[in-house]
């Protein structure tokens, strides 16, 4: 079993940065792709990026994409989310997770999570 802990999160004006890190612990493989989900309030929770196990291949989603980007350290088990431009709709705890199936859009491809850092965009 894996254990993810996230860490990064806090408040923020709009239209400033933050990075989050996902650390992971425990039967860690560098050949697990991995992802990032946030859950706004009252909102189910949404996919954000994922990256492949060997840090070439990434996917965000259409409202992240050209100001999120997600990178990793195999050699620190640490998978980052280096989030620019923010904006009051980013405002949510975000996720990591260990991927292990095959849509990287869907909840069910991930069999790990991490228990989320709050992420807070103000005005």
């Known amino acids: 079993q894996v254990q993810l802990v996230e860490s990064g999160g806090g408040l923020v004006q709009a239209g400033g940065s933050l990075r989050l890190s996902c650390a992971a612990s425990g039967r860690t493989s560098s050949s697990y792709a991995m992802g990032w989900f946030r859950q706004a309030p009252g909102k189910e929770r949404e996919f954000v990026a994922a990256?492949?196990?060997?840090?070439?291949?990434?996917y965000y989603a259409d409202a992240v994409k050209g100001r999120f980007t997600i990178s990793r350290d195999n050699a620190k088990n640490t998978v980052y989310l280096q989030m620019n431009s923010l904006k009051l709709e980013d405002t949510a705890v975000y996720y990591c997770?260990?991927?292990?199936?095959?849509?990287?859009?869907?909840?069910?491809?991930?069999?790990?999570w991490g228990q989320g850092t709050q992420v807070t965009v103000s005005s």
């Open positions: 990256i492949g196990w060997n840090d070439v291949s990434t």
């Open positions: 997770a260990r991927k292990t199936g095959v849509v990287f859009r869907a909840m069910g491809s991930y069999d790990s």
